[in-house]
């Protein structure tokens, strides 16, 4: 059985920064998972959780939406079994659940991503 956990998130100021962190335990060693985190504006379905970065199995091949690219880095410990998103000059546009998720492919569809957390509220205020 594979857990993800993710925490970090909370209520912030617009211009705050934030890193969220995600645990990864299970069967299968850390490093050999594709991480995902991704986001999701409450109304909206699953099928529209955006994607927020991805990271390859070592850590050197990284994905951002083009958006976000400038403000958020995404980077992976595999001693720790852990991988982070940094969220920097927050915007109340941000304002989402964020879910981290574990996966055998490395993609930005998280329709790829077979593990999911249960997600962390940030909420960004003006």
């Known amino acids: 059985q594979v857990q993800v956990e993710e925490s970090g998130g909370g209520l912030v100021q617009a211009g705050d920064s934030v890193m969220l962190s995600c645990v990864v335990s299970?069967?299968?060693?850390?490093?050999?998972?594709?991480m995902g985190w991704f986001r999701q504006v409450p109304r909206k379905e699953r099928e529209e959780r955006e994607c927020?970065?991805?990271?390859?199995?070592?850590?050197?091949?990284?994905y951002y939406t083009a958006s976000l690219k400038d403000r958020f880095t995404i980077s992976k410990d595999n001693a720790k079994a852990t991988v982070y998103l940094q969220m920097n000059s927050l915007k109340p546009e941000d304002t989402a659940v964020y879910y981290c998720?574990?996966?055998?492919?490395?993609?930005?569809?998280?329709?790829?991503?077979?593990?999911w957390g249960q997600g962390t509220q940030v909420t960004v205020s003006s």
């Open positions: 998720a574990a996966g055998y492919n490395y993609s930005y569809y998280s329709r790829e991503y077979n593990y």
């Open positions: 299970g069967r299968r060693t850390f490093d050999k998972y594709a």
């Open positions: 927020v970065a991805t990271i390859n199995y070592s850590g050197d091949t990284t």
